[in-house]
């Protein structure tokens, strides 16, 4: 529009400065604008992180998960438009977890069987041992799980343990 106008009074008066002025204006207008999409990308381009109110929810929801002690190096990004990726480390709770393996009184079972003969309780422990990152595993999937139900901003979630 600013174009159309300043043609139209170059034309009708004769006068070539109305169309230098309109360009000038459109120049400063696309400067504006240019201005404008680099602060609003730029968050983007750099990987702006998560608010730190809903950073805070989400480390109170894991650490308060009977599974996790700690929560270590919480890293996030904006994905898109209110959507995020997090990354962090978490530290199992030993005990919960053996728990959760002795859940169907597994170890009770066992004891009986490898009590008197060492043989049996080294197969019982290398049996175990390989349970434990499986069971780890699993929990992690389901917590994850968790988190996007609770916080659907959430899109991607990668859990590490420590």
Known sequence: MIAIICIYLSDITWIPYFDSIGSIIIGI???FVAFFLIMENKNY???KSIEIDLKDE???FLESHELIDKVLNFKSQMLDNNN???KCEIEFNGSALTKELNRNSMFEKEYDNVK???SEF?????YYA???PRVMGQKINLIEKEIKEEFP???YIDLEIN
């Open 45 to 47: 381009l750099i990987g």
């Open 130 to 132: 390989n349970l434990v």
């Open 58 to 60: 989400i480390i109170e």
């Open 29 to 31: 207008m696309l400067a």
């Open 116 to 118: 008197d003969d060492y």
């Open 153 to 155: 901003k959430v899109k």
């Open 122 to 126: 080294v197969k019982f422990c290398s």
């Open 84 to 86: 995020f990726v997090i």
